[in-house]
């Protein structure tokens, strides 16, 4: 944590109302090299809502072999008992696994899918490369929740990312439903960002990936924004894909059914916006929370038959 000016304060000892965000949402905006695959009724869409979702993206042959990857990741002694593998506070499950993009060659190619790539590229003006990618799991039962929170609000204080440049991508790897803890976002909520009270502790990440406290928005102003742009949970089949961008606030339920609900999440970073010193918090987290070595700017991996002529069309 280092004295500089800071246009986004947060992690503050008292209450401080919500600031207008400093950058474009859509960075490619007159920018005709970033031209890409999103047609303007989804940039459009994108802008005013904060995200974007694909029915069936993939086919589930694509998704179904992580599920392989993950039984064998249960049975590596050495990584379940490294700090990349977060577990479920109540059952001791695996929660999420971080680092997927340098543990899998699928979930490495899968990054640079050319369709994927090219609508962050777009959305993003500039190359881009992960900052951070997982696997995350909701048991049958047990899968707890996640607060509201901005990804950015975590990623400014405690990384140091320095604006707004960055998207997320989540992959269901099962079907989605309104009953095993969709993922929901505040349509809108972007726009804004909101500090939060309360510094941030040493080390802070190794309770806030099990449950977050620290860096969770005023409950007022979450009413309001949920109030002005309500509430959404997309779901679908496995192999849909979500599309966010990182000021989104967004939270999910616990898992109360009977079905798993998994995903892979993959965040996208513009070369342009490499980590900086954390704004507020005591020091950085490991490089598998947040990439300060791999930043060479992803490469496409054009080799994913099931693409041809195919192009892409968010949910209306």
Known sequence: MVDRLDPYPTRLKEYRSPLMRQEPVVHSRNQRRWDGPLDEVALSRYERDGFLWFNGFFSR??????????????????????????????????????????????????????R????????LGSEVYIHQSRINDKFGFQGSGFDWHSDFETWHSEDGMPKMRAVSAS?????????????????????????????????????????????????DALASLAERGGIQAPKGPAGSLLLFECNTLHASNENMSPWPRSNLFFVYNSVDNALD????????????????????????????????????????
Request: aromatic share 8%; with cysteine; hydrophobic share 35%.
């Open 171 to 219: 992959l269901m790897l099962t079907d989605n439903n309104e009953f095993n803890g969709p993922l929901m976002l505040i349509p809108g909520s972007h726009r804004l960002f909101v500090p939060c009270v309360g510094e941030t502790p040493e080390m802070n990440w190794k309770e806030s990936l099990k449950a977050q406290s620290i860096g969770v928005p005023d409950r």
């Open 116 to 123: 994927v790539l090219g609508m962050v590229r777009q959305l």
């Open 277 to 316: 010193e954390p704004y507020a918090a005591p020091s950085r987290r490991p490089e598998f929370l947040a990439s300060r070595d791999g930043i060479a700017p992803l490469t496409m991996y054009d080799d994913f038959p099931e693409l041809s002529g195919q192009g892409v069309e968010p949910l209306r």
């Open 61 to 114: 042959d694509r998704t179904e072999p992580f599920f392989q990857e993950l039984k064998e990741m249960e049975n590596d002694a050495e990584l379940m008992g490294s700090e990349q593998v977060i577990k479920d506070p109540q059952t001791g499950a695996i929660r999420s696994v971080f680092g997927m993009h340098k543990l899998s060659k699928q979930f490495d190619r899968l990054t640079r899918d050319p």
